[in-house]
Nanobody
Framework: QAQLVESGGGSVQAGGSLRLSCETS??????MAWFRQAPGAEREGVAE???????AYSDSVKGRFTISKDYAKRTLYLQMDTLSPEDTGMYYCAENRRRGACASVVTNDTTVFRYWGQGTQVTVSS
């Protein structure tokens, strides 16, 4: 059973940047992903990254967010630039995709990933 711990959330003004981190006790070589959930909304996929570093993004963040891994630190990152109020929400990291190809199309199906962190809050003000 992997344990995932996110950090790096906070409050920022529109146009600013944040970098989220997710340290895993599991297998960093697994497919990993970031999801987010805005108040009153369903959880949605943001980005995925494969063992080989192939990345995929949702249309809403493509060109602004970058997902990456540090294998030595067993840590997943999400660099978020040009943030807007629409990016506000709780951000979760996830590990171990049960089905489907990793980093082909970002999934919104939360049952696809086996392990989840507790989330870190991101608030973007206008």
């Amino acid at each position: 059973q992997a344990q995932l711990v996110e950090s790096g959330g906070g409050s920022v003004q529109a146009g600013g940047s944040l970098r989220l981190s997710c340290e895993t006790s599991g297998t960093i070589y697994n497919c990993m992903a970031w999801f987010r959930q805005a108040p009153g909304a369903e959880r949605e996929g943001v980005a995925e990254i494969s063992n080989g570093g192939k990345a995929a993004y949702s249309d809403s963040v493509k060109g602004r967010f970058t997902i990456s891994k540090d294998y030595a630190k067993r840590t997943l990152y999400l660099q978020m630039d040009t943030l807007s109020p629409e990016d506000t929400g709780m951000y979760y990291c996830a590990e171990n995709r049960r089905r489907g190809a990793c980093a082909s199309v970002v999934t919104n199906d939360t049952t696809v990933f086996r392990y989840w962190g507790q989330g870190t809050q991101v608030t973007v003000s206008s």
